[in-house]
């Protein structure tokens, strides 16, 4: 019983193998391992990052930067701007030495 049962194994695989050598050779882009490697078109299509509108100077990305910071950041460059800034608040400070906030 067991040598019949090695015996129809050994037939489906020399039939696999037959089967296999009369279909020709396999071509470089259908060989098995052609799938392991993908264009850098297709693999950049893959791996492409949705653009958001990140501030990226911030701590935290996704936060919102306060929108007088750039002109908070001038006066603290000025010493009598950040002195006065200190005592009367930066928007009253500003305002004396650039005009509008």
Not at 46 to 51: E, Y
Not at 53 to 75: F, H, T
């Amino acid at each position: 019983m067991k040598t019949l049962v090695l015996l129809t194994l050994l037939a489906l695989l020399a039939l696999g193998l037959c089967r296999r050598a009369a279909d020709g050779s396999v071509s470089a882009d259908e060989s098995p391992s052609s799938e392991a490697f993908v264009s850098r078109r297709a693999s950049a299509e893959m791996v492409r990052r949705h653009k958001r509108n990140y501030v990226y100077d911030s701590s935290v990305y996704g936060a919102v930067r306060d929108p007088l910071e750039a002109k908070r950041e001038v006066c603290e460059l000025n010493p009598d701007c950040d002195e006065l800034a200190d005592h009367i608040g930066f928007q009253d400070a500003y305002r004396r030495f650039y005009g509008p906030v």
